[in-house]
């Protein structure tokens, strides 16, 4: 059975960091894109980041360019999203999902979703 299994999440004051963790088991991500996307409260799922095979992370939301970093541990068959200055606007809750060797920004081109992750960030 293909599953991703995210965690890592929880209550984070602004300023901290979190290191989200998207665990895959019955297959292998060693060829697999692994994006990672966010639903804040009241708002649309955004694509957040993605990683590719060969190790290239692309960001999509301007904000967490600098803060955010996507890295991969094939051994492992995990991929970590680090999050650091973390602020209150990225609350939210935190899905990984699978796409075939390409990464994309778009939740439809993923066919494999982890069950997501609740991030909140508050003082």
């Known amino acids: 059975q293909l599953q991703l299994v995210e965690s890592g999440g929880g209550l984070v004051q602004p300023g901290g960091s979190l290191r989200l963790s998207c665990a895959a088991s019955?297959?292998?991500?060693?060829?697999?894109?692994i994006g990672w996307f966010r639903q804040a409260p009241g708002k649309e799922r955004e694509g957040v980041s993605c990683?590719?095979?060969?190790?290239?992370?692309?960001n999509y939301v301007a904000s967490v360019q600098g803060r955010f970093f996507i890295s991969r541990d094939n051994a492992k068959n995990t991929v970590y999203l680090q999050m650091n200055n973390l602020k209150p606007e990225d609350t939210g809750v935190y899905y990984c999902?699978?796409?075939?060797?390409?990464?994309?920004?778009?939740?439809?081109?993923?066919?494999?979703w982890g069950q997501g992750t609740q991030v909140t960030v508050s003082s």
């Open positions: 990683n590719s095979p060969d190790d290239f992370t692309t």
């Open positions: 999902a699978r796409r075939n060797r390409y990464c994309s920004r778009y939740g439809g081109d993923f066919g494999s």
């Open positions: 019955g297959f292998s991500l060693r060829f697999d894109a």
